[in-house]
């Protein structure tokens, strides 16, 4: 995906947007398709830089989220190993219901490294 395929308008951006977390979005990412943009900052003209999509492995983060002393590696939520497909959904859909109640990046990372054990 090229960095021009990235930047969305406020239509497409809207179009792609990954649902906001309730029965309905937790009943599609049980079953593995819920998809949809995660993690995007919104430009000065108006349009979206897209960060990462739900369905990716790799969830990364704008440096604007994340503290002074954020790395770059801790503004990366990585699902790939989470090898059992099932808990890698639910990781997944428990991630992006606490980053939707507004979560930082470190308390997700945290999260996540909790999931896994």
Not at 7 to 28: G, M, W
Not at 30 to 37: A, E, K, Q, V
Not at 63 to 72: F, L, N
Request: glycine share 6%; proline share 3%; aromatic share 8%.
């Amino acid at each position: 995906m090229s960095l021009i395929e990235l930047i969305l308008t406020d239509v497409e951006f809207a179009e792609q947007q990954c649902s906001k977390p309730n029965q309905s979005t937790l009943e599609r990412a049980i079953d593995g398709t819920l998809t949809g943009i995660v993690t995007y900052v919104k430009l000065a003209n108006g349009h979206y830089q897209v960060y990462s999509r739900y369905e990716e492995e790799l969830w990364k983060f704008p440096a604007a989220k994340g503290t002074k002393g954020t790395t770059k590696s801790n503004l990366t939520l990585n699902f790939g190993t989470i090898n059992n497909p099932e808990m890698k959904r639910m990781a997944k859909w428990v991630i992006w219901h606490k980053l939707k109640e507004g979560l930082a990046v470190n308390s997700l990372l945290h999260s996540l490294s909790a999931i896994k054990g």
